[in-house]
């Protein structure tokens, strides 16, 4: 059953989202570019309308991203306290917390790679820990099309690559524990150095390090399968 610690995690990481997504100024952002659409000619120039629509449901996905995580923890806070008067039993709190943790890990990750130089700090991290090799040596493949790694690197601001990426990363992160998930997330998402992930955790700059690689290693793995 899900512990008084895990849950403050919980709301923590949470309430970390709000302010690194800036989930307030987004809604507004969103009100003023939803009224551009609203002017009489703006489907007369297709490709800006188009680009102005885009935008919107950008910004819609980070605040519906976001409004579902936070559902999801007020949701295993009742269901804390409900447990406590015998109201739910344990398998329904546990099923609240594996959706609310879930959500939240989605939507972390989603924001560590939401820029180009973030899936690449990622990228290069795992292609640091092997042995050089080929542009055209393929990361993954479904037995037909294999992802190769220069099609990790075109020079495009658009990708359908970028999503197989992020999909094979969200899925390789899923087999680490939660200290290497807590690494890379304060590593990767948050931006510190090992010293304060080793002050954060309570241990030392070179078993960071090493669980760092550590985890690395297993996500290339699992990359790789």
């Not at 009224?35 to 007369?44: A, K, M, Q």
């Not at 820990?129 to 790694?149: H, M, N, R, T, Y």
Request: glycine letters at 4%; aromatic letters at 4%.
């Amino acid at each position: 059953m899900i512990t008084q610690e895990q849950l403050k995690d919980c709301a923590e990481r949470r309430d970390a989202l709000r302010r690194y997504l800036d989930i307030d100024n987004r809604r507004i952002e969103l009100e003023e570019e939803e009224l551009r659409t609203h002017v009489p000619d703006f489907w007369e120039h297709p490709k800006e309308a188009q680009a102005q629509m885009k935008k919107i449901k950008d910004i819609q996905g980070w605040i519906t991203g976001f409004e579902e995580v936070d559902k999801a923890v007020e949701e295993l806070t009742l269901g804390f306290d409900f447990i406590k008067e015998g109201l739910i039993e344990e398998p329904e709190l546990d099923a609240l917390a594996a959706d609310a943790i879930s959500k939240i890990e989605r939507l972390e990750l989603r924001n560590m790679l939401r820029r180009e130089e973030d899936r690449m700090d990622v990228v290069l991290a795992l292609e640091a820990i092997q042995d050089p090799v080929s542009l055209f040596e393929p990361v993954c493949s479904d037995g037909s099309d294999a992802l190769c790694i220069v099609d990790q690197v075109k020079d495009e601001r658009v990708r359908d690559e970028d999503w197989v990426q992020d999909i094979a990363i969200s899925d390789a992160m899923g087999h680490l524990n939660e200290r290497e998930k807590k690494i890379l997330r304060m590593r990767f998402f948050e931006g510190r150095t090992q010293m304060e992930v080793a002050g954060e955790i309570g241990i030392s700059q070179a078993q960071v390090s090493r669980l760092e690689k550590h985890a690395l290693m297993n996500m290339r793995k699992h990359l790789g399968e």
